[in-house]
């Protein structure tokens, strides 16, 4: 029998969310996001490669005639920041007119977040909001907000359920701090 608990993670481990707690909270978020563009056609666009997982669940937990999009972007190597934002010119299709909800994996420094909504406006779109599964805990002011936050966690680097280290992990069902990987 194979266990996809926690695949290949370093001992010492710890889970921050089960799988259960996230499809719950997808699920109360699929009914909020479904109030609020009942009779709209909004385009979901998912902030690849970490809102793989987030995006696929939350699509089918709306009752809404959605169109989906993606869009590539890293700022990220290991567990740091990069400060630079790459792949925004991979952003495709055509926004003018458009309500579009932006879907992430979580809202670490909001700079990501910050620079697509930008874009996003410069390409037409009518209205953009955000939903993340994630949102970190800081004491400084962010320089964007989203609209739905699944959970609130402290200022741990964490990763499955789409999120990465290096591109590992993706596959967990959980939400995991890794050992070893705090943010140095
Ligand atoms: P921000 O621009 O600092 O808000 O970072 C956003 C992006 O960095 C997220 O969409 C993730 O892809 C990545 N990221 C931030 N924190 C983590 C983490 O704890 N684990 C994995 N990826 C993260
Ligand atoms: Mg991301």
Redesign the pocket.
């Known amino acids: 029998m194979l266990d996809f608990s926690r695949l290949h993670l370093p001992p010492d481990s710890r889970v921050l969310l089960t799988e259960v707690q996230i499809q719950s909270r997808v699920q109360e978020l699929g009914v909020q996001i479904t109030r609020r563009y009942w009779g709209q056609r909004p385009v979901f666009l998912g902030?690849m490669n970490?809102a793989l997982c987030f995006l696929a669940d939350l699509l089918r937990a709306v009752d809404l005639d959605t169109e989906i999009s993606c869009v590539q972007l890293a700022?990220?190597i290991g567990n740091r920041?990069t400060g630079e934002l790459r792949g925004l010119e991979s952003l495709a299709g055509s926004f003018a007119g458009r309500k579009v909800l932006i879907v992430?994996?979580?809202?670490?420094?909001?700079?990501?977040?910050a620079e697509l909504i930008k874009r996003l406006h410069v390409l037409g779109a009518e209205d953009v909001r955000v939903c993340v599964l994630l949102q970190k805990q800081r004491l400084r002011a962010l320089p964007t907000r989203a609209d739905w936050i699944g959970f609130e966690i402290p200022d741990a680097?964490?990763?499955g359920y789409g999120?990465?280290q290096d591109g590992r992990y993706r596959g967990l069902r959980d939400i995991w701090v890794p050992a070893a990987a705090g943010r140095t």
């Open positions: 902030v970490g700022s990220y920041s992430d994996d979580i809202l670490d420094t909001g700079f990501t977040l680097f964490v990763v999120l990465d």
